[in-house]
Structures are given as C-alpha cells and as structure tokens.
C-alpha cells in the first residue's frame, strides 16, 4: 500500500497508473454526485486517452452517464455498503459482484467518496476482484484494501476539488477543474420540440421552476416558489418551465394553480439529458440544492438556488455560473438528515427575497 500526501503531486503519471487500458470509477452515490465527476472524467480521458473508462454507479446515477462523453461504458449496480434498506441480505449476489469484476479484467480502480463515506468496502471488493491498482482518500489510514491511499482532505473542500485532488495525487494532470457536460443531440432537439408546442421558439427566453427534491429537509415550500416565479414571469413577461419528476405530480396542484396561464408543466415529462437541455436554455432557474444545481453549474445557468442547511455550501455549490444562494443561519446546520424536526427554518425566504436574487442575476447577465 502506498500512502500519497496531500501535495506531493508533480503531475508525472507514476509507471503503474500510466500503463493502464481498462479502467474502472466508481461513484456510486445519486445523480448530482455522478455529474460532479465530469471534471474527473475529463482528466482521465485526457491523460489516457487509450484506456476504456468504465462508470459503476448506482441506478440514479447512471442516468447522468449520457452527459459524460467520456464514459465508455455503464456499469449499474446497488451496492450493499452505501444501500438504504433496500437490499436484502445475500452472499451470492455480492460474490457475483465479484466474479463479474473479475472476469471485466480491470487493470485498476479509482474510487470516489463524499467526506464521510469510506473507501475501503469498495476497495476490498475490487482486491477480492484482482484489480491489482486500487486508489482512493481514506481517514482510517491502513489495511490492503486500497494499494495507493491518499490521506483525507479537509471535510469542507468541494466535491469536485475532492475528486480531483485524488487523481493528482498519482500524477494525473488537470487543466480545467470545471463542470462540463454533453447535451446529446436528439435530447436538445426533443427539448426544442416540446417547447415550440407550447408557443415558444427556439430563441424566446423563459425561467425554469425545479421546486422538489427527494429529500425533504431541503424542500423550500413549493407555494412560495410559485408566488416569487410568478412574480418574476410578470415583470420579465416570461413563460415559467416547471420540471420535476412524475411522483412531484402530487404536489404540483397548488403549485400551478399559483402559475396560472404563466405556467408550461413538463413535470415528469423530460428524461434527465432533456432536463439538462431546458436548464441550458433557461435565461433564470430556481430550484433548491439538488442535481439541478449541479447541471446549471456545468451549463453556465444563472441560478437562484434555495440552499437548505443540510450541507456546508463549500462542499457542493455551484462554481461557474452566476448564482445566489439563500439560506437562514441555524443553530443545526449542517444536520446531513434526510428530514427536518424544525420546520425548516433554513428555508425561512420570503418570496421576495427570491425575485430580488432573481432579479439582480439578471441584471448582471
């Protein structure tokens, strides 16, 4: 096991990890955290460009794969050590697991974590694997699950830096640690479509309303998206796209009530390349601290995102695109839950306030 310092990087690609052709990434969180690896993957493919990059990610992850051009292949899976209580209890199916990497013939595996995840279950079943190199960032430093290990960074750096302070650390240079993504073509022309229904050219300017997430603690109240949209489409006289996905249909009634004639309801219309495309076009998005922050920040989108206090903002904001983020300072935050015992206090905006950001990014853009 070799242990990598935090900045001992000379971007000199050590022998093992230049030689290498059939490459695996594992990122098996949810649809924002693969979209935040498009820097990473970029890298890699840059300074190998002969190798096969093979993604294992979870079911919602995968979805992003189609906006990372550089991706040859999809591997899709749940696995046990960051599962919900969703799987069962199985040997077999995780020894398959095994077999099936095995047989793939990896010559190596790059493992990316969040700041409180561990490396070593998905290192330990790439070793059981014989994927001979093995690198990921570790605080329980020690063991031969990982063969290169690089000492944690601090929790609060983003997770894009995070993950490609990892690949630096084996020489791996990068020249552009933005957020890139490709739009497919067939999903900006389905996009285009679908809006000339609606009354709008391919050239009109409209807002994007994203008001869910799965998560409830970071839910801004959904009737006060609409009022600040609504607000906005008045004074800018622009239609009001509203995304979401086909569950958020039960809540959108008020929600669009609200909109009104202002309203074009897309929820659960659009796959995730079209999402992307809509928020590519959009002049102004709203929406709260989900993926679609993360893909507004790749497609350079002004933003208004509704920040809940479950996370420190260093970690995840967005970097490249002209946003305003808004949240009450409290007590709690960051909590990481998944619900709020505090009604939400983080959220407390008026719709006011939301217009203003709104407003002054657009002025600026």
């Excluded at 490459?23 to 498009?38: A, C, E, F, Q, Y």
Aim: aromatic share 6%; hydrophobic share 45%.
């Amino acid at each position: 096991m070799i242990s990598v310092d935090l900045f001992d990087s000379t971007h000199v690609i050590s022998h093992d990890w230049a030689s290498v052709r059939n490459l695996l990434v594992m990122r098996l969180d949810n649809i924002g955290d693969v979209i935040m690896t498009s820097s990473t993957m970029r890298s890699l493919k840059e300074n190998l460009p002969d190798a096969k990059l093979t993604l294992m990610a979870s079911p919602g992850g995968s979805l992003a794969a189609p906006l990372l051009p550089w991706v040859d292949e999809v591997m899709t899976r749940r696995v046990l050590w960051q599962d919900l209580g969703r799987l069962e209890f199985d040997p077999a199916r995780e020894w398959q697991l095994v077999e099936t990497l095995r047989d793939r013939q990896f010559d190596a595996a790059i493992i990316l974590t969040s700041f409180n995840q561990s490396p070593h279950p998905a290192g330990f079943l790439c070793g059981l694997a014989e994927i001979p190199l093995r690198l990921g960032e570790s605080k329980e430093m020690g063991g031969t699950a990982l063969a290169h290990e690089v000492a944690a960074a601090p929790d609060d750096i983003h997770q894009v830096d995070r993950n490609l302070r990892l690949i630096e650390s084996v020489g791996f240079e990068v020249s552009d640690r933005s957020l890139t993504i490709q739009i497919p073509e067939v999903a900006q022309r389905s996009v285009s479509d679908r809006l000339n229904q609606f009354g709008l050219a391919d050239d009109d300017p409209f807002l994007l309303l994203n008001p869910w997430t799965s998560c409830q603690s970071r839910n801004y109240a959904s009737d006060r998206f609409a009022i600040a949209a609504r607000q906005l489409a008045e004074i800018t006289g622009w239609k009001v796209v509203v995304t979401g996905v086909e569950k958020d249909r039960a809540n959108s009634s008020e929600l669009l009530k609200i909109l009104g004639e202002w309203a074009i309801d897309l929820i659960g219309a659009t796959d995730l390349s079209e999402l992307a495309a809509l928020i590519a076009r959009a002049r102004l998005m709203l929406s709260n601290n989900t993926s679609t922050m993360h893909l507004a920040d790749a497609t350079r989108t002004p933003s208004v995102i509704l920040f809940s206090g479950t996370e420190l903002e260093s970690q995840w904001r967005s970097r490249d695109n002209p946003s305003i983020l808004l949240r009450q300072p409290t007590f709690c935050s960051p909590c990481y839950a998944f619900t709020c015992p505090y009604h939400l206090e983080c959220l407390d905006i008026a719709p006011e306030q939301v217009v203003a950001a709104g407003l002054e990014l657009l002025r600026r853009c």
